[in-house]
Every structure is written in C-alpha cells, then in structure tokens.
C-alpha cells in the first residue's frame, strides 16, 4: 500500500539549532515528494516538492529513492518556522496527495 | 496571489441532516479537490473532480458524499446524512494540471 511515515510527532530545537524532519514512504514506482505547512490559524501551504529542487526559507529535501525517504532539512532554525510540517506523496497515475500524519516543529528562543 | 476561499469557516449540524460545503477555487484552475482531516489525524483524500466530473475518489467518499460545480465558479461538497464520524476539517484544493494543489483555509465540520 501507498504510505507516507513521519515517526516524529513533535520535534523541539532551539533557534540557530539544525532541524531534520524525516519522512519515509513505500510505493516502487517514480513518486512525487512534497512538504506542506501550516502555520498557526493558517492553510495548508506548498514549501516544497522534489521536483522542482528548490531551497525555501532556507528549507531543503533531497529525495532518496534507495531509502524512500524525503526528509525536511534546515541549518539554522528559526522561530518563525515553528509549524506543523506534512509530508506527501502522489504517485505518477494520479492526482490524489497521500499524506503523513505530520510533524510539529517548535522552536524555542 | 489569488487563494482558495471556503465557506462557512465553521458548520455545526445535527445527525443525519444535509450539509454543503462551499469553495471558490482560483479561477484558472482546472483541477479541484476535497480532503479532510479528523482530529488527530492525517489529511485524507476525498475526491478529485475535472472537466464537471469525478476522476478520483476515496472509499470514504461513499454513496452519501457529492461533489458540484454548480455555476463555474463555486466547488461544492454535499454531504446528505450527517454522522458523528463525519466531524472532521474539510479541505478544498484547486490546481492546473499535475501542478502544486493550492489549499482553501477549511470548513470544521461538527456532527452532534
């Protein structure tokens, strides 16, 4: 089945502390990554895919087909990233986004 | 930038009444979208809808769920027999083709 794993539930740094977010998922074929965010009272927003290999808000992802992983990365973290940070997954016959349970971040000035 | 708009931004319902669920997608999107997510839970997809029909959808996307686009620019989500299990956040997204889903704020949904 297609599945996306966040294992981490909450993840708490200290501002200029480095984050990883990690996000594993299983399907065989060629997947398309995302990471969205939600910050507090707001929707749901595209930070980024693996496509488009773009570096947001100093946030980065490499995809890692051999350990079907895309985990979320940032060197320096700040207290505006504080959020919830959903991984997903669309596979190459569809339009539907499959979607980890999600991670909260925190970080603490 | 143009968003995804949702209406109401809260609905409370007795069980088993009807309810619509209302969305504005951006305008030149061609694609549209409904998820939810029950408290605690992950985002699940509900349906996905192209050229005035469905082209996806979720078993939860049941014989007690709809989907409309009434009048070219509203998305709706009609759900005619509310159960408890229904309370959740509903999401509506919009997009071009297989590009980046843009998401509405959400509709809570409260079934008593």
């Known amino acids: 089945a297609q599945r996306v794993t966040q294992p981490e539930k909450l993840l708490s740094v200290f501002k200029g502390a480095p984050v990883e977010l990690k996000c594993n998922y299983s399907?065989?074929?060629?997947?398309?990554l995302f990471w969205y965010v939600q910050y507090s009272r707001q929707r749901l927003q595209l930070l980024l895919r693996h496509i488009s290999r773009e570096s947001i808000k100093g946030f980065t992802a490499d995809l890692n087909k051999g350990e079907t992983s895309f985990h979320l990365k940032k060197p320096f973290a700040q207290e505006e990233d504080s959020a919830m940070y959903y991984c997903?997954?669309?596979?190459?016959?569809?339009?539907?986004?499959?979607f980890g349970t999600g991670t909260r971040l925190q970080v603490f000035p | 930038e143009p968003e995804v708009t949702q209406t109401p931004s809260h609905q409370v319902t007795q069980m088993g009444q009807e309810v619509i669920l209302r969305c504005v997608p951006i305008s030149n999107h061609l694609y549209f979208y409904w998820y939810r997510q029950i408290l605690g839970q992950k985002v699940e997809f509900l349906v996905s809808?192209?050229?005035?029909?469905?082209?996806?959808k979720s078993e939860i996307f049941d014989d007690q769920f709809s989907v409309e686009r009434p009048d070219g620019s509203n998305f709706t989500l009609k759900i005619r027999s509310t159960k408890l299990e229904d309370s959740a956040m509903y999401f509506c997204?919009?997009?071009?083709?297989?590009?980046?889903?843009?998401f509405g704020p959400g509709t809570r949904l409260l079934v008593l």
């Open positions: 399907y065989s074929g060629s997947p398309e």
């Open positions: 809808f192209y050229n005035n029909e469905i082209s996806e």
């Open positions: 997204a919009s997009s071009k083709k297989t590009e980046t889903q843009y």
């Open positions: 997903a997954f669309r596979s190459y016959n569809t339009d539907k986004l499959i």
